[in-house]
């Protein structure tokens, strides 16, 4: 069965400052691991996603996002926090198939100016 | 493209009533997905379709929840009859059958049963 887990409900960060939003999965197989975004009142927004090759996947907004086989992590970076980073952030993952996405719980980043 | 479109966007109603959600997914994509999101839950796949074909059920609450998906490009979520515990904000995804293909949201339905 496949399983992520985002161990911090919550963030926070001072602006200007670097992030982490950590992410483990469990699957069988290659994993397809995804980031979405999601602000106040609005749909879940891709960020990012790993299917093959590099293990640093850069995404929208300045985040990227690196892909650990060994320690089966896929934490989510960036270099400089903005306070607009503030919203709450699903990692996901699905197993090579067509199987569905399998999210995590959210982790909400709060960025403080 | 104007992405996954989902109405409406608030609902608010009566216990007892029927509730209809309504979602037309990004042309081309094969498959289409319903989640359910709560605090206390948080975000929960309900059903999903393959080719306008119900794939998995099995996150259906119960047997006041039904979905369908009569042609491709066009999906409801009926609750009947709904209860306050439904309460939530629903949200419609769809992608391609292309593997590692992005799976894409709708604005979601912000229901409120009361």
């Known amino acids: 069965a496949q399983s992520v887990a985002q161990p911090e409900d919550q963030v926070n960060v001072a602006e200007g400052n670097p992030l982490t939003v950590k992410c483990t999965y469990s699957v069988s197989g290659n994993p397809y691991l995804f980031w979405y975004v999601q602000y106040p009142n609005r749909g879940l927004q891709f960020l990012l996603k790993y299917i093959t090759g590099d293990n640093l996947v850069k995404g929208s907004y300045g985040f990227e996002a690196e892909f650990n086989k060994s320690q089966t992590s896929f934490h989510l970076k960036k270099p400089s926090a903005l306070v607009s980073d503030s919203a709450l952030y699903f990692c996901a993952v699905r197993a090579s198939g067509n199987t569905p996405l399998v999210f995590g719980k959210g982790t909400r980043l709060s960025v403080i100016a | 493209d104007a992405g996954v479109i989902q109405s409406p966007r608030h609902e608010v109603t009566e216990m007892g009533q029927e509730v209809t959600l309504r979602c037309k997914p990004i042309?081309?994509?094969?498959?289409l997905f319903w989640y359910r999101q709560t605090m206390m839950r948080g975000l929960e796949l309900l059903i999903y379709f393959n080719n306008n074909v119900p794939i998995d059920d099995s996150g259906m609450p119960e047997d006041r929840f039904s979905a369908k998906m009569p042609n491709a490009s066009f999906s409801t979520l009926k609750i009947q009859p709904s209860e306050p515990r439904d309460s939530a904000v629903y949200f419609c995804?769809?992608?391609?059958?292309?593997?590692?293909?992005?799976?894409?949201f709708g604005p979601g339905t912000r229901l409120l049963v009361l």
């Open positions: 995804a769809s992608r391609t059958r292309v593997l590692g293909e992005t799976q894409y």
């Open positions: 042309s081309g994509h094969d498959y």
